[in-house]
């Protein structure tokens, strides 16, 4: 098990294990990779600022036969801050959870989500992709959660993102937490003490969406982990 404890990342002082230099490409000021196996941050501070993602949480694999994704990381009293898409951002992988943590978004970066359903925006706080399951958030201050947005992975039949819970959390902006969702499942969205808006878009306008993005988004080809989904992705 790894720990980071008491850091604070940002453009001028970012993270990646995946990298000889260990640091990001720039897209992001800390990437947590598949490799890096369970995981805890402690008391870290995470500023996205104008990067792409501020906190990119990712699959690691050279080959189809060696990918790996992001299984039990824990984050206690962390702070995500800004990022021009997403605070926080997850491809793949679960069972991950939220101790105490703060989303702040400034509106320096990217506008803030106001609306659950008509907010078609990739831009949010939390986004959680690829066929993400098992994320907890507890006591936690946040504005909005984007659930099974169009990653590469989906140019096959994914499993859906799912088992996510708030316990305890509330809207620093006041009201609801959005929670919007494509290729998501809304009854696995729970909140206990929370008040919630839950918006996952119908099955029709997702499969427009997703067969969309398949010829005229983002469909890279040929990258290792593309065509694989793990049995823990299925079960977890």
Known sequence: MTTYTNQ???ANNTYDSDRPDLKTDGSSVFTLNGCDGA??????????GTTHWGFKSTATA?????LQ??????????????????AYDQVRGGYVTFNN?????????????????TDLSQMCDCG??????????????????LLGDWTIYDQITRPKTRKITFNNCVNPNGGAI???????EPDTVIGVNTNLTVAIKPVAITKAYF???????????????EFVILPIEWNG
């Open 62 to 66: 050279k080959t189809d036969a060696d």
């Open 211 to 225: 067969t969309y993005n398949k010829y005229f988004g983002d469909n890279r080809k040929g990258l290792p982990g």
């Open 101 to 117: 943590c703060t989303w702040i978004n400034t509106g320096i970066a990217r506008k803030r989500v106001t609306n659950a359903y």
């Open 128 to 145: 959680l992709k690829g066929g993400v399951f098992g994320v907890t958030f507890n006591n936690c201050k946040i504005n909005d959660v």
């Open 39 to 48: 995981t805890t941050f402690e008391n870290c501070f995470f500023d996205g």
């Open 178 to 184: 959005f929670v919007r969702g494509w290729y998501a």
């Open 69 to 86: 994704i992001v299984l039990n990381a824990t984050f206690n009293n962390c702070v995500f801050k800004d990022g021009l898409e997403r």
């Open 8 to 10: 604070t990342y940002n």
